[in-house]
């Protein structure tokens, strides 16, 4: 189960204020409820849950256990919303070092020739056996016509079918129901393809194929997964206070001026879900001249940078830290020796974790006092369960407070003006 943990802001919100923000994000989530918000048509993250759709999450399963017996490498090319769901899943579940499985790489997030070409030259290098790597390419763009993705896909998709013969059945696009160029290119070439329902909006879309597939590629149990968005979904009722609660105090924030939300973590395996969340957040809450930046850093990393900003700066900032409660791992600090060389005999024996946790506590102390107010979003476990339940808490967190702020939680209007101003620039008619 996801908590809010709020102990610590009653130095910045009275009681009344809350309780009174409390009704507002009430209000929110019961027009969400009815459909009677701006974005109505963009709920599918809710259907796909309410009415769980076995017969495609088990075809993934099985069709992604045929790419993991016969991929090297399994390219995941898409931006924003379309990538950055599965990225935090994968990096939070899988190893920090190796990979088990096939490697799994990312492309059409950026428009960077160096990476892509680098890209290219890596997945063409045959193992030092000189065997050639087994690649497989996931294209994945609702509108199919970004076009860091659509670059991207341009110079991989070539260099598919100059190396494979089946080059085809290597091939996988997830894409909208119909329409846009991607969906041209699907029919013409044949590939397989995965839907993104109309209803579900690109950042909301990680429980559908668009991250689902990858996932399950990189070896992780996306019915565990899904069915963990499915428990935070079907508790909804019993818990939702917690979220009220949240939804208030970053509501209250962001009236009385806040700018900033630092979103962080002590725990590395989670900086993609940190990112995860920024992106929802961020796209979904930053328009009409609302929002709170949602800025990322990783603890404790960042004491030795930011942090000090986050101490001392100016003070509009606010932080939000995603937290587990049960142990990562079991590693231990060395005996050393017994002239304790380096000082640091007093932490022997004591788990990473333990002296991981106190520098969390000691930080939550520390930017509390220096005028910090701080959220902890707390889960049980890092298990795909756990993430599942996360992922279903974030996006219904998004959509309640984005309402609260009057405004449409679902599109990105704002997006369109740097592709108009590119594209002029680039001379596209
Ligand atoms: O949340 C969103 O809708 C965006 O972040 C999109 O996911 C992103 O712009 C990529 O769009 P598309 O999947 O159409 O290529």
Redesign the pocket.
Known sequence: MIKFNSDDLDNFLSVSDRAEAYLKAEKAYKDLCEGNIPGSEWLGWRRIVAEPDDAEIEEIVSYASAVRQNADIFIVC?????Y?GAMAVIRALNPHFGHNGPEILYAGHHMSGKYLSELIQYIGTPFEDGRKKSVYLNV???????L??ALAFRQLRRWMHDNYEDAGKRIIAT??PSGGVLNKIIKAEGYKKYV?PDDV?????VLTP?GLLPIAVAGIDIRTLFYGAVSCFRKESENIGNLFEYAAARYLLHEKGFAVDVIGTFEPELFGITAWIQ?LIG?SEGKDGMGLYPALSGFSTDLHSVGQLIQQGRRNICETLIVVDEPVSDYVVDEGNSEDTDQLNYLAGRPFHEINRSALQGTVLAHTEGGVPVFIIELDKLTAQGLGELIYFYELFTAVYVLMLGVNPFN?PG?EDYKKAMYSILGKK
Request: aromatic share 4%; no cysteine; glycine share 24%.
């Open positions: 898409g931006i924003g919303g379309s950055t994945i763009s609702k509108s199919g016509t970004t860091e993705t894409t909208g993104i909006g690109g950042r909301f879309s668009v992106q796209e990105q997006v």
